[in-house]
Structure formats: structure tokens, C-alpha cells
């Protein structure tokens, strides 16, 4: 019988991670348009569209790497290692997810 004091395991503590992430990264991108959107009359600019398109890529390979995770691919503790290292200096929100997801990824079998 399962109870509800039951603590998760590494696995679906590094899934909700993941998707934390990029929940997180969706709103950062959905403020970026916005600025773009505001912006318009003055031009687009080359370099706004750049870090858009790569915030929407990490929102997207986040959401990868964590089905790979419910799939218990054997890849996951190393991207998620490199998914996390450039979240730690942003401190105190990326520290805390990066750390989060280095830690459960060290956690896997």
C-alpha cells in the first residue's frame, strides 16, 4: 500500500525538474516576445530572435531529456549534468534547479 509520506525517487524528482525547467524557460520566452512584440516599430532586432529561439530550444530539449528520463535511457545523468552546469551561476532560481538536477541525476542506476 502506498502512502502519501512516501518520498519521490531520483527518477521522477529529475522529470519534475525537467519540466520545472522548462516551464520556467516557456515564461522567459514568453516574455521575450512580448519585449519583441512592444518593440516592433522599432525593427526587430537580429540578436532579440537569436536568444529566443535558444531559450525555446533548452524549454524543448528539457522536455526531451525528461521523457528520456521516464524511458530510463542511459544518456540522462550525463545531458542532464550539461543541461544543469549553465543554470548554477544564476543565482538563486538556476542554482537551485541546477543543483536539484545534478543531484537526483547522480542518484540514477
Partial sequence: ????????????KLVDTHHHVAYLYGVIAA?????????????????????????IALAIVHFKVSHAAECDK???????????????????????FGVKLIANALKLK
Avoid: D, R
Fill in 31 to 55: 516574455i521575450l516576445v512580448l519585449g519583441i512584440l512592444f518593440k516592433l516599430s522599432e525593427g526587430i532586432s537580429h540578436e532579440n530572435i537569436v536568444v529566443l529561439l535558444v531559450v
Fill in 74 to 96: 542511459t544518456w540522462v545523468p550525463i545531458a542532464t549534468t550539461v543541461l544543469a552546469l549553465p543554470l548554477l551561476p544564476g543565482f538563486p532560481i538556476g542554482t537551485y
Fill in 1 to 12: 500500500m502506498s502512502s502519501s509520506w512516501e518520498t519521490q525517487g531520483p527518477k521522477s
